[in-house]
């Protein structure tokens, strides 16, 4: 359902536009998230949008990426700028559906990664 992309060498100061294509119904969707996953570390959410548009993220994210959904073409993006070496993972986008409304639940399908190597 998720296929993301974008990812790749980049010098420090540098940029990468992450990119994550959905498929399936839009109806369902409840919010989309970008996480990341650097070697020995546990997964950290990078940023998360809202159906609705709604923005949040990670402090270490604030200020450098930027996360944008574009409806039309079921895809999201995270515009990573200003990467240091410690930006260097790999990151996954998450989809989280809506199973039932009553009472409310949630379900998460995951992509399959893309790498981010910040080196000079």
């Known amino acids: 359902q998720l296929q993301a992309s974008g990812g790749g060498l980049v010098q420090p100061g540098g940029s990468l536009r992450l990119s994550c294509v959905v498929s399936?119904?839009?109806?369902?969707?409840?919010?989309m998230n970008w996480y990341r996953q650097a070697p020995g570390k546990q997964r950290e959410l990078v940023a998360t949008?809202?159906?609705?548009?709604?923005?949040n993220y990670g402090d270490f994210a604030k200020g450098r990426f930027t996360i944008s959904r574009d409806n039309a073409k079921n895809t999201m993006y995270l515009q990573l700028n200003s990467l240091e070496p410690e930006d260097a993972a790999v990151y996954y986008c998450?989809?989280?559906?809506?199973?039932?409304?009553?009472?409310?639940?949630?379900?998460?399908?995951w992509g399959q990664g893309t790498l981010v190597t910040v080196s000079s």
């Open positions: 399936g119904s839009r109806i369902t969707i409840d919010r």
């Open positions: 998450d989809v989280r559906r809506v199973l039932t409304l009553v009472p409310f639940s949630t379900t998460d399908y």
């Open positions: 949008i809202t159906d609705g548009g709604n923005a």
